[in-house]
Each structure stands twice: as structure tokens, then as C-alpha cells.
């Protein structure tokens, strides 16, 4: 498996523009994390899937973001209107359940910076 | 809610020495806990998972123990080379099906 996939990995975007990201997560995983990384926050969940379903978007910043996924390989991260302080890297991750003991993996981040 | 903290925050050590990174979690109710690897600019490399059963975990030189009654998972690092220099990461999951994630310890091994 090619392992988990985002794009774009960099977006530079002016602010009010939407702004949409991607992930492919790893055949067969059922549960889908969007994490954003920042210098002062670290890394922080946004929003969980698990079979599809949002399960837990309390760290959803505000109504300008969303997230979905139509299906078992695809997600997107939505924020629309952008703004400079959403500059940030957002990470996909998937993984199994997790009573199956199984590991998160990772996809590299797409870079976002709103001007 | 979970908080993670890792000790220290950053750690510069001569090449060759064995060095121990600490983490420490407020729930003690895991399933598991996982540390990672990220380097600059870079996604976050799983090194090891070791489940809420276990007592310790081993790949290479890498070795994390688990005390989850007490909160604490350590990493060790036997014989520290240039190529290990990076940010670890260690994130228990817990309730909710949730990877918390505490600050990282920014590691440089000099050659």
C-alpha cells in the first residue's frame, strides 16, 4: 500500500478563498483523524471518522471548517472563507480500529498558507 | 480530557550515548500508546506501538516501556547516531478512539 495520501501538499491561498484538502487513507483502515500542526499549538485533532462517519469534530475550530467522507478511500477538509491565522500543516491519518490494536499511520501534510 | 507532557523539550547528546525520552499521560484508561518520529517539514513515521497489555516494546535500537497505571511511557535509544536527530512524538489513545499528542522532544545527536 502506498501508505496514506494528501493533496495538495502545499496551498498558498488569499484570504476568503475556499480551501479544500485530501486524503486517501490506507485500504481496509476504517477510522480516518484530520490533525493541524502549528508551532504554537502542536499538533491538534480535528475531526475523527470511523466507517464514514464523523464521530467526534469537538476540535473543529469554528463553522468555517468542515470535513467529510463520501467513502471508505476518500476524505476531504474544507475551509471556506480562509483566513491568515488557518496557515498552518494539516495531517490525515488512518488506521483500524482501535480494538484491533492497530497503528496510525500518517500521510505528509499539506502545507496551507493563507496571504 | 487527556494531556500529554514529554520530557525535556529538546535534548542535544554526543553520538553514541543511550538516552532516555519521557512521557507521561493524566488518563490512564488507553488502549494503546504510540510513539513517532517527525522530521523538519516532514509527516510523522510510526517507530512503535505498544498496546495497554504490554510492558515494553522493542525495534532495533528503539525500546518504549508502558506503565499505564501510573501514566508514564518511556523511549530509549541505544547508541545514538546523527541519523536519529528529530522530533519524537508519543500519543496515547483513549477514549473516543483518540491519538492525543503531547509536544514532541526535539532530539539532535552530534556527530
Known amino acids: 500500500d502506498a501508505g496514506v495520501i494528501q493533496s495538495p501538499r502545499h496551498e498558498v491561498t488569499e484570504m476568503g478563498q475556499e480551501v479544500t484538502l485530501r486524503c486517501k487513507p490506507i485500504?481496509?483502515?476504517?477510522?480516518l483523524f484530520w490533525y493541524r500542526q502549528t508551532m504554537m499549538r502542536g499538533l491538534e485533532l480535528l475531526i475523527y471518522?470511523?466507517?464514514?462517519?464523523?464521530?467526534?469534530d469537538s476540535g473543529m475550530p469554528e463553522d468555517r471548517f468542515s470535513a467529510k467522507m463520501p467513502n471508505a478511500s476518500f476524505s476531504t477538509l474544507k475551509i471556506q472563507p480562509s483566513e491568515p491565522r488557518d496557515s498552518a500543516v494539516y495531517f490525515c491519518a488512518s488506521s483500524g480500529d482501535y480494538s484491533w490494536g492497530t497503528e496510525a499511520f500518517f500521510g505528509q501534510g499539506t502545507r496551507l498558507t493563507v496571504v | 480530557k487527556q494531556e500529554v507532557t514529554q520530557i525535556p523539550a529538546a535534548l542535544s547528546v554526543p553520538e553514541g550515548e543511550n538516552l532516555v525520552l519521557n512521557c507521561s499521560f493524566t488518563?490512564?484508561?488507553?488502549?494503546?500508546l504510540q510513539w513517532f518520529r517527525q522530521d523538519p517539514g516532514k509527516g510523522l513515521t510510526s517507530l512503535l506501538l505498544i498496546q495497554s497489555s504490554q510492558r515494553e516494546q522493542t525495534s532495533g535500537r528503539l525500546n518504549a516501556s508502558l506503565d499505564k497505571s501510573s501514566g508514564r511511557s518511556t523511549l530509549y535509544i541505544a547508541a545514538s547516531q546523527p541519523g536519529d536527530s528529530a522530533t519524537y512524538l508519543c500519543?496515547?489513545?483513549?477514549?473516543?478512539?483518540?491519538?492525543?499528542f503531547g509536544g514532541g522532544t526535539r532530539l539532535m545527536v552530534k556527530p
Open positions: 500519543a496515547p489513545r483513549g477514549a473516543g478512539n483518540m491519538l492525543t
Open positions: 488518563d490512564s484508561a488507553i488502549y494503546n
Open positions: 471518522f470511523n466507517n464514514n462517519v464523523p464521530i467526534d
Open positions: 485500504s481496509g483502515h476504517n477510522s
